[in-house]
């Protein structure tokens, strides 16, 4: 563990408990606690980051080893950023400093952030779990005003959700109940409801003065804060980590958050309120120092359209246009394909079109293969925010012309390409915790059947249902699953489909016949890319695209006998 | 048919073509931010007609801006100069065909305005295209199968093709010394009424012998390159920027060539090859 040096920083009439660890000449991150908390809750965060950061906490006023401000006054936010202010002034005077806060800490900093000017000794702000209580204030009226049902489900739930900020306005059942046990209970609160395993020296041993103290910061801010929230801009870049878990601030309070602040880069994790920081501190630590080394290098936050995207069979048609519309948005495309000078050829266009692109060679249907590939971009490129399963390929046959060869390699390809992907790539997804989005490749034939369709459709059918499951599995991990069902479009893979029982020389013509088939219907593969963009950014499940893949989706559902007769007609 | 032009005639084709690019390179100078199609197509035609042009194969066109991918046109009429403003970054196409004593140049000139990495691209792989249909027409292919191994090439390269925007989807028509009496400088729907009246006649007797003098993809053009001269104009894009070139080929009955290889397209090429090596 490093060295923790402790400095008092006077500040508006209070002493405050500055720990300071890490070198000092690298840039300063500066940890903010919240409510009922003190320094030590960032213990693991801080550890981690004082490997290349000077790492800066303190006790708020009234909190741990501060001293105690005289009244109610005394915790308004005005003073509580000056507090801020002073302690950046005290360890880094010449140096913009890093905000990262947490809960109170996170509301308090707001105010600090969003002061005029603010910008020159603020060089980043994270934040978590705690919005700006003038923001909040403005989301409140502009619900009221426009109160649509999900504007007053927004309100109901996060109401709810408070329940404890109007218990901490009530005439002594607050302070009461901290002193009469929920101090003591409070490891069991947080093991049972926020998923924290007890640890020696956590909570801290002052925390009943602290959390009775602490209420004064409830009822020093709330109502007049909310009650005329003030217009609050602020230049200074804001990383926003949402936690899915939180029992206290919902997601939705950061909608239009933009408004305020331009520069805003928004990150999720797959945590509750406390177990951020107390069971996932270095993953916290990792976004944090993710967020800083890119201020520090750059000056400018990621662009939200920053993304790591793996696309699989990007060589061509739809995933040669899937990769291009996230480069588009400045994504960096990990592009894979069997074709390796196609796959190139893709990564050349990513960069050209303003993304970064990165090409391999890869079997989809080799699970060893796949294995060793996610590996290697975890390595080389980290893990990705999105996973596109893409690679697939055509057969066209009835059952009985179909030979065990060909289902296999139909299956191999269409389905166990998707399984090996979802289970490599999804693995590390997960066990990152910051959530992401997988997006599977599946087909108007998978709810369409055909007679001579019979391998093709029986793969896609598999990957449709295969992605209903995996969403349903990795809901609570943050991680959306979307299932892609083009109908026809315009791609190459007639030219590479094959056909049950026909020579080659008819297998020719039939694909040839089958490509200007697909090319007068003229649907450019470009036009799925935008829905599956759409659907990364909306976390839609099933997404039919095409006018035929819309109506045979509406007919299976109105008629499926309909679409059973449709089913026998040679199609091929 | 019989190849029937001779070295004097492929030399008054070649000065045409000549004249023609030279005039677009003149444009290509005097273009900025802030000109219009319009003004840009009015600036060429002066600038042939000083030069002696007598008659065009079609009116003079300039495409600006993702015009130049030919995005979002639904009718021919979109084809013809507009009033789309020229701005810094921007993709231009120069396309002209002057006559000169019924002698025919068509040319396409493609050129950009500041920075644009894209058209760059663009620029740099069209030569594949040349080298491409050259190489497949000396081989003899049929002309339908030189129109599917250029979409293949696109593909590929992950381009499209946009020369099937053109009437007819053309990505090249046969020139022939205009020999019309019809009068000079009329022009129907852009194309000038001795191109018509041609052209019109060499469909029919072309249509004749199975043949079609305009190259597209369909069953019309399975046959092999008609000796001749043609116009070849492969106009790829991508995204929202299109580039093409646009020149004689020569076809005789037994070999290929590209009339004239000083032409700017290929001066960039050598001079980029140039710079690398």
């Given at each position: 563990?490093?060295?923790v ?7 508006a009439?209070?002493?405050?408990a ?18 009922p ?18 790492v800066?906490?303190y ?5 741990g080893?501060?001293?105690?401000p ?51 000794r ?12 003038d923001?909040m204030g ?15 489900r ?8 408070s ?6 306005h009530?005439?002594f059942?607050?302070p ?6 929920l ?11 926020e998923?924290v ?8 041993p ?7 103290r ?28 949402t ?30 309120h ?12 990792g ?24 696309i ?28 390796q ?100 490749l ?12 019979a ?11 295969l992605?209903d499951c ?23 893979i ?7 029982g026909l ?7 039939k694909?040839?016949?089958?490509a ?9 593969p ?12 909306t976390?839609?499940p ?16 109105i008629s ?13 | ?23 677009a ?23 042939l ?10 009116v003079?066109f300039?495409w ?5 991918a ?5 009718t021919p ?13 921007m993709?231009?196409?120069?396309d ?12 396409g ?10 058209w ?7 030569k ?18 030189v ?6 090439q ?17 990505i ?29 006649r ?8 199975g043949?079609s003098?305009?190259?597209a993809?369909?069953?019309?053009s ?5 000796p ?31 009339l ?7 001066r ?10």
């Amino acid at each position: 563990m490093s060295p923790v040096t402790r400095r008092t920083v006077h500040s508006a009439g209070v002493d405050l408990a500055v720990f300071e660890q890490g070198d000092p000449a690298a840039p300063t991150v500066l940890l903010v606690h919240g409510y009922p908390d003190t320094h030590r809750v960032w213990d693991d965060v801080a550890e981690d980051l004082a490997a290349d950061h000077h790492v800066v906490r303190y006790d708020v006023r009234g909190a741990g080893e501060s001293s105690v401000p005289a009244g109610r006054a005394e915790y308004r936010l005005e003073l509580l950023a000056a507090d801020l202010f002073a302690v950046a002034d005290a360890v880094s005077p010449d140096r913009p400093v890093h905000v990262v806060a947490h809960d109170w800490g996170s509301l308090q900093s707001w105010e600090a952030v969003t002061e005029p000017g603010a910008e020159r000794r603020l060089a980043s702000y994270t934040t978590m779990s705690g919005p700006c209580l003038d923001h909040m204030g403005h989301w409140i009226r502009y619900r009221l005003r426009r109160p649509t049902p999900r504007h007053l489900r927004q309100l109901l739930v996060q109401g709810a959700h408070s329940w404890y900020i109007t218990a901490f306005h009530l005439p002594f059942l607050a302070p009461a109940g901290w002193r009469l046990g929920l101090a003591r209970a409070w490891p069991r609160v947080l093991r049972d409801l926020e998923g924290v395993r007890p640890r020696a020296g956590h909570p801290q041993p002052t925390i009943r003065q602290d959390a009775v103290r602490g209420i004064e910061l409830y009822r020093a801010n709330m109502r007049p804060t909310l009650r005329n929230p003030r217009e609050r801009h602020t230049e200074v870049p804001v990383q926003l980590i949402t936690l899915r878990r939180d029992h206290y601030v919902s997601p939705f309070l950061s909608e239009g958050l933009e408004r305020w602040v331009p520069r805003l880069t928004r990150r999720e994790l797959n945590a509750t309120h406390w177990s951020a920081l107390l069971e996932q501190g270095p993953v916290v630590a990792g976004l944090v120092r993710e967020f800083t080394a890119r201020i520090e290098s750059t000056g400018q936050p990621p662009a939200p359209g920053e993304k790591l995207v793996v696309i699989t069979g990007a060589g061509s048609g739809i995933g040669r246009a899937t990769a291009l519309a996230f480069g588009e948005q400045g994504a960096t495309v990990v592009v894979c394909d069997l074709d390796q000078v196609a796959a190139e050829r893709t990564a050349e266009l990513v960069t050209l079109v303003g993304g970064a692109g990165h090409a391999y060679r890869v079997d989809v249907s080799d699970g060893a293969a796949m294995d060793a590939f996610a590996q290697q971009v975890a390595t080389e490129h980290g893990v990705p925010d999105v996973l596109v399963n893409n690679a697939g390929i055509g057969h066209s046959g009835t059952f009985l012309q179909t030979t065990e060869k060909e289902w296999q390699r139909v299956l191999d390809v269409n389905l166990w390409g998707v399984i090996h992907g979802c289970r490599a790539f999804g693995a590390l997804m997960v066990a990152r915790g910051r959530g992401g989005h997988i997006v599977n490749l599946a087909s108007a034939a998978a709810y369409l059947p055909s007679k001579v369709l019979a391998a093709y459709a029986t793969s896609k059918a598999a990957v449709l249902m295969l992605s209903d499951c995996l969403r349903a599995e990795l809901a609570d991990s943050g991680i959306g699953v979307s299932a892609i069902c083009p109908g026809i479009v315009n791609t190459n893979i007639t030219r590479t489909s094959t056909f049950s029982g026909l020579s080659a020389s008819e297998q020719t013509a039939k694909q040839d016949r089958a490509a200007r088939l697909y090319a007068r219907r003229g649907f450019p593969p470009e036009k799925v890319a935008a829905e599956i963009v759409k659907a990364v950014r909306t976390g839609k499940p099933v997404v039919p695209v095409t006018v035929e893949a819309k109506l045979a989706r509406w007919a299976g559902r109105i008629s499926p006998g309909l679409l059973r007769r449709a089913a026998r007609i040679n199609a091929g | 048919m019989a190849f029937d032009y001779s070295a004097a005639d492929l030399d008054r084709f070649r000065e045409v073509q000549q004249l023609a690019y030279h005039c677009a390179e003149q444009v290509a100078a005097w273009i900025e931010p802030g000109v219009t199609e319009r003004q840009a197509t009015q600036k060429l035609c002066r600038c042939l007609v000083a030069e002696g042009v007598d008659d065009f194969f079609h009116v003079p066109f300039a495409w600006f801006g993702d015009r130049t991918a030919f995005r979002h046109f639904h009718t021919p009429l979109q084809f013809f100069a507009g009033s789309r403003v020229l701005q810094e970054g921007m993709p231009y196409v120069l396309d002209c065909a002057p006559v000169v004593d019924g002698y025919t140049a068509d040319i396409g000139y493609g050129g950009k305005v500041g920075a644009n990495p894209v058209w760059d691209r663009l620029a740099q792989d069209l030569k594949v295209y040349r080298e491409l249909i050259l190489r497949e027409v000396r081989a003899r292919r049929p002309l339908d199968e030189v129109y599917a191994a250029v979409d293949a090439q696109l593909a590929a390269h992950g381009y499209d093709n946009r020369h099937q925007v053109y009437p007819g989807r053309v990505i090249g028509h046969q020139v022939t010394r205009n020999t019309s009496r019809a009068p000079k400088g009329v022009n129907l729907f852009g194309f000038g009424l001795r191109t018509l009246q041609t052209l019109g006649r060499e469909l029919i007797s072309e249509r004749l012998h199975g043949r079609s003098p305009l190259w597209a993809d369909g069953r019309a053009s399975r046959h092999a390159p008609t000796p001749g001269l043609w116009a070849v104009e492969p106009h790829i894009g991508f995204r929202e920027v299109g580039i093409k070139f646009e020149e004689l080929l020569v076809v005789t009955e037994d070999e290929a060539y590209w009339l004239d290889d000083d032409l700017p397209h290929v001066r960039r090429w050598t001079s980029l090859e140039e710079a690398a090596a």
